[in-house]
Nanobody
Framework: QVQLVESGGGLVQAGASLRLSCAAS????????MAWFRQTPGTEREFVAG????????DYTDSVKRRFTISRDNAKNTVYLQMNSLKPGDTAVYYC???????????????????WGQGTQVTVSS
């Protein structure tokens, strides 16, 4: 069992930055592939970014490349999402998620992920 607690969301103006954090319970954090997803009402959960167990590999959806950075601190059991140059289109509930079963790849499909946080709202005004 892995429990995830997100923090760092809020209301900001376009162009601003936010950093989301996701703290995970358990001692096996460095064996887990982690990712951030986001969701708006009436839509499916969308992959935003993922990071390998060591942090050496990352993957991003095209719309956030060069604006968002995912990172992790295995000593603190925490994964981060630094979001710069935010746009109104980034408004969503952001979730962190755990993939326990992937070999080495970062998967983009939400059903592949085993545990989810409660979500944190990010609202970007124009």
């Amino acid at each position: 069992q892995v429990q995830l607690v997100e923090s760092g969301g809020g209301l900001v103006q376009a162009g601003a930055s936010l950093r989301l954090s996701c703290a995970a319970s358990g001692r096996t954090f460095n064996t887990l592939i982690m990712a951030w997803f986001r969701q708006t009402p009436g839509t499916e959960r969308e992959f935003v970014a993922g990071i390998s167990r060591s942090g050496g590999r990352t993957d991003y959806t095209d719309s956030v490349k060069r604006r968002f950075t995912i990172s992790r601190d295995n000593a603190k059991n925490t994964v981060y999402l630094q979001m710069n140059s935010l746009k109104p289109g980034d408004t969503a509930v952001y979730y962190c998620a755990v993939d326990r079963t992937s070999g080495t790849g970062i998967r983009r499909q939400a059903p592949a992920y085993d545990y989810w946080g409660q979500g944190t709202q990010v609202t970007v005004s124009s």
